[in-house]
Structures are given as structure tokens and as C-alpha cells.
């Protein structure tokens, strides 16, 4: 670890952001992973050009997890070449882990956090918050999230190595995850309540668009993501019929 | 030449949805916003933002699924609705970006596969390839963003300036054919948070505080 510099690790925490650059239907995020990892493994190896090649090489294969807990994978791979750990327990690290980063963080920040972070910005539009307030209550209280976690992950990892599932168990972001859920719902409800009652909503579209819009979330929770893709082409066909006969007339 | 620089805004919101960084300026809520701003008209893009944004709640950008791409959607449908006054365009700027976003989601899985094409292999790698390669990938994803906007701009503005003035429907009523798609979003959004039975508590006690919240406002 003595090696790394803070630089060449701020690069490769930096390079992160840029992880799914190149994602692909092939190696997914490796190449991306790759990418990220360069300055550190190019100051690891910064006397042994074959060491880098190989382990740049490894690096590129196969790889996918969330994109922002892809970082505790980053930060172990980056502790475990540095200790000098071998190719093949430095794959199979990588192959154990890229299932519950990328279940973990899919369940964390797409069903949960961002869900939540949106109704909430949302609602306040609705209640009449000027754009700009909802949209940096957006940007801020998400990238808070966010941030915080790719940071958490790379610092965990680098601290843990391939022992990092320790971190993740003690972080337990499953029971996060619940509870972000519930806050999500709460805020859904919160969505919901100012649709209905607040300024430019159902109440000013008037009580039949109400009740169909009841009839369309009693749908969606029934039916669930097959719904979605008829909802929105059912929309998009009344838009255009409505369209036709109003040029029409 | 104003379409030429809103091609370019939808270009660079579209590296942050999966691309560059994932701050989520991609999200309609902010690109709709941000692109009225550019247009002058902030409150249409806010208004078409948001109701993209209601309807995109349940698509995440994860992992290899295709998901329509709601940052160029939504400079698509801003770009369109600012085409011409009034509802109609705001109805026929957001089914456009309905559209639009699964035009998106279809280039972004053809460019995906021709990432594939030019990664290097594990035994050839060279430092300096794996970073050109990644780069030349992210900037194929701008130039992809902006080439789908500028295409999506200009049928959306031709389309919403053809139409829009003859919108027969008073505002009310567009607003609630709008709201009833974005409704099934929420309901699909309630499901996936666990259901109404396991959480309806909650989601009561959230209805009531929204609709006091309005009332109060």
C-alpha cells in the first residue's frame, strides 16, 4: 500500500465517474473498470511493464455491478494487486462480488433512493415551489446519496481488501434499503395527496380525469412494469387522436 | 441554430444518464428544466420536466436492461412544446418525448454493442488504448445524444407548429389525460415499493400530508 500515492488513488476514485463509459454487451463494465484502475496499477507496477500489462489485462475482462458500489470492488481490487496478491484470487474476488454490488445498489439507488429523491422534488412542485427550489432540492439531496456512497465504497474497499463483505455486512445496506423504501412510500403518498389537491392537478382537471387517474394507479399497482409501455402508448395515441381531430375541425 | 445548441444540451445530458458521472441532470425533472431555461420558457420545461419525470419514475438507467432515455426525451418534448403556445403543446411535447425516449433506448443498446466491437482484449491490453478506446466511447455517446435530440427537435417542433394551435381540448382536460398515463407510473412505483397491503399506512399517511400541504399552499 506504501506505493500509492494520494494522487494516483484520487485519479482512480475521479475515473470512476466515468466507469460506464465504455459499457458494453460483452465485458459490461470491465473495460470501464479498467479505465478507472489505471493510475493506480500504473504507479503498483511502475518498474515491472509486464506485471502492469498482465494485470491491466485482468482488469478488462468481464466485470458489472451498480455503477456507484462498483467503487468497493475498485477500492478492494486496487489493495489487493498493491499487496501483491496473484491474478487468480484477484479474479475470483472480483467474480464473488459482482453479484450482491450490483443486487445491493440496483435495490439501494434505483428502487429506493432515487424513486424517493425524485416524488420528493416532484412534490414540491406540485405544492407550488418555484422549479429552481425543487431541482436544486434534487441535485443536492441526491448527489449527497450518491457521492457519499461511491467515497464510502472506495474507501472501504481500499481499507478491507478481500475482506470487504465485512464492510458491507456492518454498513448493512439492506436494512438501508428498507428504509429507504419506506421513507419512499411516505413520499409517494406525499406525490400523490399534492396530484390530487394541488396547483395544476387533478383537482383542476376536474372529477371524471380523477377517477380515471384512481382506476390507472389501481392498474400499475396490480399489474406492476407490464403495464407501463400500453399506459404510455395508450397516452401517446389519445395525444394523437385528439391532435387529428382538432387539426381536422 | 437555437436546435443546433439544444442537440448539443441533449448531448451533454445524455453522457450523465449511464455515461459520465450519474448525477442525475439527465432525470426530466432537471433537464426539462434546465432546457426551458435555455429556451427562454422555464416553466414549460419545468411543467414537461415534471410530468416526464412522473411518467419516468419506475425506469432506471441499471445495469444491460433497455429503458427509454429520458434525458434527450425530455429536451425533445421541451424543444417541441416551446414550438407553440398554449396546452396542446405541452400534451403533444410530452407524448413526443414518450416517443422519443424509446428511440433513445434503442440507439443507446446499438451503441453499446459496438463498444463490444472495439474493446481491447484481455492479452493486447495497452494503457494508452484501453484510455483512448474508453474516451472515444464516451465522446460516440455525445455525438449519439446529440444526433437523436437534433433529429427529435426538429420533427418534434414541425410537429408540435403543425398541430399545436389547433389543440381542441381545454387545459384541464390535456392536463388529465397526462396525469391518468403518469398515474399508472405511481401505482407501478407503489407495487415495486412493496404494495398497497404492506404499506398503506404510510402511503395514507403521505396522501393526507400532500393534500394538506396543498390546501395550506
Keep these: 500500500m506504501a506505493v500509492l500515492t494520494r494522487r494516483s488513488l484520487a485519479a482512480a476514485f475521479a475515473r470512476s465517474f466515468l466507469i460506464q463509459g465504455s459499457w458494453n454487451n460483452r465485458t459490461m463494465l470491465g473495460s470501464g473498470f479498467a479505465f478507472a484502475i489505471l493510475p493506480a496499477l500504473r504507479r503498483i507496477f511502475d518498474e515491472d511493464p509486464e506485471a502492469f500489462a498482465a494485470s491491466l489485462g485482468r482488469h478488462l475482462e468481464h466485470f458489472n455491478a451498480h455503477p456507484y458500489l462498483s467503487n468497493v470492488a475498485l477500492g478492494a481490487a486496487v489493495r489487493l494487486e498493491a499487496d501483491g496478491e496473484d491474478a487468480e484470487s484477484v479474479r475470483r474476488f472480483k467474480t464473488a462480488v459482482r453479484g450482491p454490488l450490483g443486487g445491493l445498489g440496483d435495490a439501494l439507488v434505483w428502487a429506493a433512493w432515487l424513486p424517493a429523491v425524485s416524488m420528493a422534488a416532484l412534490s414540491l412542485v406540485w405544492l407550488g415551489a418555484p422549479g429552481w427550489a425543487a431541482v436544486t432540492t434534487f441535485l443536492v439531496v441526491y448527489n449527497l446519496g450518491h457521492v457519499g456512497l461511491r467515497a464510502w465504497g472506495f474507501r472501504a474497499g481500499l481499507a478491507e481488501g478481500r475482506d470487504v463483505a465485512r464492510s458491507l455486512t456492518r454498513a448493512s445496506l439492506s436494512a438501508w434499503t428498507e428504509r429507504v423504501r419506506a421513507l419512499a412510500t411516505l413520499l409517494l403518498g406525499l406525490l400523490v395527496g399534492s396530484v390530487m389537491a394541488g396547483e395544476g392537478g387533478l383537482a383542476e382537471a376536474g372529477l371524471p380525469w380523477g377517477g380515471l387517474a384512481a382506476a390507472a394507479f389501481v392498474g400499475g399497482e396490480l399489474v406492476g412494469h407490464r403495464l407501463w409501455r400500453p399506459a404510455a402508448i395508450a397516452v401517446v395515441a389519445s395525444v394523437a387522436l385528439v391532435a387529428t381531430w382538432g387539426w381536422l375541425l | ?217
Design chain 2, 1 to 217: 441554430m437555437e436546435v443546433l445548441w439544444i442537440s448539443l444540451l441533449g448531448g451533454l445530458l445524455a453522457l450523465d444518464a449511464t455515461s459520465a458521472g450519474q448525477f442525475m441532470v439527465s432525470r426530466p425533472l432537471i433537464s426539462g428544466t434546465v432546457t426551458g431555461w435555455a429556451l427562454g420558457d422555464a416553466a414549460t420545461g419545468l411543467v414537461v420536466g415534471a410530468l416526464l419525470e412522473l411518467y419516468l419514475l419506475v425506469s432506471f438507467p441499471s445495469g444491460g436492461a433497455r429503458f427509454p432515455e429520458g434525458a434527450t426525451a425530455t429536451v425533445v418534448a421541451v424543444a417541441s412544446a416551446t414550438a407553440a403556445a398554449g396546452t396542446g403543446a405541452v400534451a403533444l411535447g410530452v407524448a413526443i418525448g414518450l416517443v422519443w425516449g424509446q428511440v433513445g433506448g434503442i440507439t443507446i443498446s446499438v451503441q453499446r454493442k459496438l463498444n463490444g466491437r472495439f474493446i481491447p482484449e484481455p492479452g493486447t491490453a495497452h494503457p494508452e488504448r484501453v484510455t483512448s478506446i474508453h474516451l472515444a466511447a464516451l465522446a460516440m455517446d455525445f455525438v449519439r445524444g446529440s444526433a437523436v435530440t437534433l433529429v427529435g427537435a426538429l420533427t418534434g417542433r414541425f410537429t408540435v407548429g403543425a398541430l399545436g394551435s389547433a389543440w381542441p381540448l381545454e387545459a384541464g382536460d390535456s392536463l388529465g389525460l397526462l396525469l391518468v398515463g403518469g398515474a399508472v407510473s405511481a401505482g407501478i412505483l407503489l407495487r415495486s415499493l412493496g404494495g398497497f397491503r404492506r404499506r398503506r399506512v404510510l402511503f395514507a399517511v403521505g396522501i393526507a400530508l400532500g393534500v394538506a400541504g396543498a390546501r395550506l399552499v
